[in-house]
């Protein structure tokens, strides 16, 4: 379906002067046919006036169901007799033929996004039985326009198994707009519905391939080669494959995805415990093993001076104790108590 632009439909105001003045003439037309008429059947010229001013009272409300007023980055999808005949865009007060009618399958959708055009306007009665809430509509009122501004679609979290099998559970926002209002309407049964299932099925299939933190022997990317791609260290790259996905998707639907971002990112509640140990131990062993590296470089260091100035000589035996009791000092997790040996050292 290809999308046509209606422009030249800006006439509303005229044809609402017009609508009022030919309602007025047909009002005093019926009056002036009755009072020429008045009550004389040869009458001719008052009959004609009566039948032409109460045909046009009757009727002639129709014409101002052609009239439409659009807002700044709205659209109307206009279809005549089940054909489509075009698409009022821009903002401004037009008149179509009367009989046709706005389409759009997805106004009484509501997702979780910002900048839905109108809403639904619904009176409803509330039954409450055994428990359960029962809600009988009464009346609807759909507003059928499309918004073409930028919207922001706020899908739920899911919970992923990244790909190495940890339960994830992650959010993800997801900038888009409507530039094809044709593709929207009739390619799609419901464009909003359809744009929330393939957010979340592209989100599934990329984070599947990345795991929660940097792990070996890992190819993100389909090379054969192990990187260092990551959800929580490669967020601006994740993100970016995930739009692109979603773009593919949903373009068959005149949606354009303008950005995606990751929301939030955690390790699922059964298993956030255990990780954060694991990650806490990892931190342990990585700040011990600094610790010793220092303090090795720091005991050579003594070793080398002290045996440069011949400040002392220290047999084997001796060395390695100084080495060991160097080591404590360094990297005991509570100061060093000192002893004073007053006496000789041999």
């Not at 409300?61 to 279809?79: C, N, R, S, Y």
């Not at 039954?127 to 029962?134: A, H, L, Q």
């Not at 997801?174 to 044709?182: E, G, L």
């Not at 080669?225 to 068959?252: F, H, T, W």
Request: aromatic share 6%; glycine share 8%.
């Amino acid at each position: 379906m290809k999308e046509k632009v209606i422009s030249q439909k800006k006439n509303g105001m005229a044809m609402l002067i017009f609508s009022i003045i030919t309602y007025i003439a047909a009002i005093a037309a019926t009056i002036a046919g009755g009072i020429i008429t008045d009550g004389t059947p040869d009458s001719t010229l008052g009959i004609v006036l009566l039948v032409i001013g109460i045909t046009w009272v009757s009727l002639g409300w129709i014409l101002f169901m052609g009239l439409k007023v659009l807002k700044p980055q709205e659209a109307l999808v206009l279809t005549l007799f089940g054909k489509y005949v075009g698409t009022l865009k821009g903002d401004g007060f037009y008149w179509v033929n009367p009989f046709c009618t706005a389409v759009n399958p997805a106004a009484s959708t509501k997702l979780r996004q910002s900048g839905d055009v109108g809403g639904e306007n619904r009176s409803a009665l509330t039954f409450k039985s055994e428990g359960d809430t029962v809600t009988m509509n009464t009346g609807t009122s759909l507003d059928k326009r499309i918004s073409l501004k930028m919207m922001t679609l706020n899908n739920n979290k899911q919970k992923i198994n990244d790909c190495l099998g940890n339960p994830i559970e992650i959010g993800i926002a997801v900038i888009w707009r409507v530039v094809d209002t044709a593709k929207a309407v009739f390619d799609v049964d419901n464009y909003k519905e359809y744009l929330s299932l393939q957010c979340d099925t592209a989100l599934r299939n990329i984070v599947r391939l990345y795991p929660y933190d940097v792990a070996p022997n890992v190819d993100t990317t389909g090379d054969g080669q192990a990187d260092e791609g990551s959800l929580r260290g490669s967020s601006e790259i994740v993100a970016q494959r995930i739009r692109d996905e979603i773009q593919e998707k949903v373009k068959n639907a005149g949606i354009e995805i303008i950005e995606a971002r990751i929301t939030y990112l955690a390790y699922a509640p059964e298993i956030a415990a255990a990780m954060l140990q694991r990650q806490q131990a990892s931190a342990v062993v990585d700040a011990r093993k600094l610790i010793v590296d220092g303090a090795v470089g720091m005991v050579e260091m003594a070793l080398e001076q002290l045996s440069e100035k011949s400040v002392v000589e220290l047999d084997e035996e001796r060395k390695a104790a100084m080495v060991s009791n160097l080591l404590v000092v360094l990297c005991g997790n509570h100061d060093a108590q000192p002893i004073v040996n007053s006496g000789s050292l041999y």
